[in-house]
């Protein structure tokens, strides 16, 4: 039974280890290995992850038996508003398809509900295949957005939102 768990910072290397295969898969054909590496050192180093805990994201993992198969993190009172971001979620490949990363959705929506928020909110990457995923789920897209990042690299993605 896959159940959903807290993340603590004692598993911040199961998160690194978990996008760093994922995210070949998922962004391989979108971003030159440079940015992918880039991002990868970026986004999922200790101390970036601990700098986005201590900014008040929370982590949870979809867990089978003592197996990590995915993770998500997110943020309550996102701009001080009504809203919960996703800021991260990534399912093991070879795990993808089984409704993991649907559960770990309504789990960020159900803890979202008990902190008051009435939208969920993420950004996906304008040509990442999972775009289609948000929008089974009830997510539309209301912004696309370009962010600028050092050496000139540049993240195109889509601001989706979902009514809760």
Do not use: C
């Amino acid at each position: 039974m896959i159940r959903i768990v807290k993340a603590t910072v004692a598993d911040l290397k199961s998160i690194t280890e978990i996008a760093h295969k994922t995210w070949p898969l998922t962004y391989g054909e979108i971003l030159s290995p440079a940015q992918l590496e880039y991002m990868l050192n970026a986004f999922y180093s200790d101390a970036a992850l601990r700098a986005n805990i201590e900014n008040g994201h929370e982590f949870i993992f979809a867990k089978e038996a003592d197996t990590i198969l995915g993770f998500a993190s997110f943020e309550h009172h996102y701009e001080d508003g009504n809203t919960t971001k996703i800021h991260k979620i990534y399912i093991l490949p070879e795990t993808q398809g089984k409704g993991i990363g649907k559960l770990l959705i309504d789990s960020v929506a159900q803890f979202a509900k008990e902190n008051n928020a009435t939208t969920l909110l993420l950004n996906v990457n304008r040509f990442n295949k999972a775009l289609t995923f948000y929008q089974k789920l009830g997510f539309e897209i209301i912004e696309a957005i370009d962010i600028e990042l050092e050496y000139g690299y540049l993240m195109e993605d889509y601001v989706m939102e979902k009514r809760i």
